[in-house]
């Protein structure tokens, strides 16, 4: 074990840990992780987003979780927190994405790096361990949170941004099997203060290519970018009978697939932002654009922790909105993230095929392509 010195990343004090394949940075507040550089073949991809305005001077009032804005963070709980819950005022995502984490240590042993991370809940009662993994000769990243000491009903999860090429619908969107999707029920942004919002609020998905607009036309959600001058938000609810539940974003032209692979017991959803200047006022000004959150979460849309608490509308349909830690029994969050190339006549991604050391990704038109995964990482140790 070994401490780790800090850099200056993208405005933001960072570590960085690194493997053959795969080199990535960690902010110290909010623990966002972004830049992460892909190495496949001959070049590197950097697939996440890190909002433009990271080297400004922002209003006093700005929360530290737009200050660093970027790549993929842990939220604890999930969401706004605008409603009180339990006497407790939680910031935006919680804790563990706006304060400053704590540096464990790091290892590395026959290749596998390590990086440790800790925080003590000032919100919740507990405490938060972060663990992030690179493998020799994999373009995945491991990341596992262990929440302690919380007893408290909770929402929680990723939230991974992608950055988009600016071609209209360059990108691919899947899951694997679910059980129910829903635009979210209330308008994603009120013109009003400056945000404008297309898809009809509430309104069910049958169909990704065909959703129903305010408009009274269709959106088709399986393609990104699109919908430019808005910002939208909709769930795909996972099956929870998977062993494994996977999303996924394949970019045919750029030559690569993004992939996040879950136990759907834990996350049980699957929350899409569609980020394409639907926010005029500040810091989004109009400019984050091109950008997809697909946040692998426990939890009722983006509302918070006392929404996904009580009944709503996602629980009636059977779909777990939080979960409750104890005193007793820590709770593991495991995630996985990973990079593959992929030829130009690949399509999208029809399904994962996942073995115990590698998956395997099927394109629409039959195109399969594996690397390697340690996937047994998602249910643990023995």
């Not at 297309?198 to 699109?226: C, E, H, M, N, W």
Request: glycine content about 10%; hydrophobic content about 40%; aromatic content about 8%.
């Amino acid at each position: 074990m070994k401490a780790l010195p800090k850099e200056t990343i993208f405005g933001q004090p960072s570590w960085t840990l690194a493997s053959d394949r795969v080199t990535a940075a960690v902010t110290q507040c909010g623990g966002h992780l972004a830049p992460v550089s892909f190495r496949l073949g001959r070049r590197s991809v950097q697939p996440f987003a890190i909002a433009p305005w990271w080297n400004e001077k922002l209003a006093a009032d700005t929360p530290p979780i737009l200050r660093v804005l970027r790549g993929d963070f842990f939220c604890l709980p999930f969401g706004g927190n605008a409603t009180p819950y339990r006497g407790q005022q939680h910031p935006a995502h919680g804790d563990t994405a706006n304060r400053r984490w704590r540096l464990l240590g790091s290892d590395s042993l026959n290749g596998v790096v390590t990086l440790r991370l800790g925080m003590d809940l000032a919100t919740f009662s507990g405490q938060v361990e972060k663990r992030i993994t690179l493998r020799p000769g994999q373009t995945a990243v491991y990341q596992e949170h262990v929440v302690s000491g919380v007893d408290a009903p909770t929402s929680l999860g990723h939230h991974a941004t992608l950055q988009f090429p600016e071609r209209p619908g360059a990108g691919h969107f899947s899951t694997s099997g679910i059980i129910h999707a829903q635009v979210f029920v209330e308008p994603a942004e009120n013109p009003a203060t400056g945000g404008y919002s297309l898809l009809q609020p509430g309104a069910l998905i049958k169909d990704l290519t065909r959703v129903p607009t305010i408009t009274g036309g269709f959106a088709d959600l399986s393609r990104y970018p699109a919908r430019r001058g808005y910002t939208d938000l909709a769930i795909f609810c996972a099956d929870p009978a998977l062993p494994v539940a996977w999303s996924a974003v394949a970019l045919p032209e750029e030559g690569y697939a993004w992939f996040s692979l879950r136990d759907p017991q834990v996350l049980a959803s699957t929350l899409l932002w569609m980020s394409n200047n639907g926010r005029h006022y500040p810091p989004w000004n109009s400019r984050h654009q091109n950008v997809m959150g697909v946040e692998d979460i426990t939890a009722f849309f983006h509302c918070g922790a006392a929404e996904s608490a009580r009944p709503n509308v996602l629980s009636r349909h059977g779909v777990k909105t939080s979960l409750k830690p104890t005193t007793r029994q820590p709770l593991h969050v495991r995630y996985i993230m990973g990079l593959v190339a992929i030829p130009k006549t690949f399509g999208r991604v029809r399904d994962i095929e996942v073995e115990t050391a590698r998956v395997t990704l099927v394109g629409s038109a039959g195109t399969r392509v594996s690397t390697a995964v340690d996937t047994g990482f998602l249910q643990g140790p023995g």
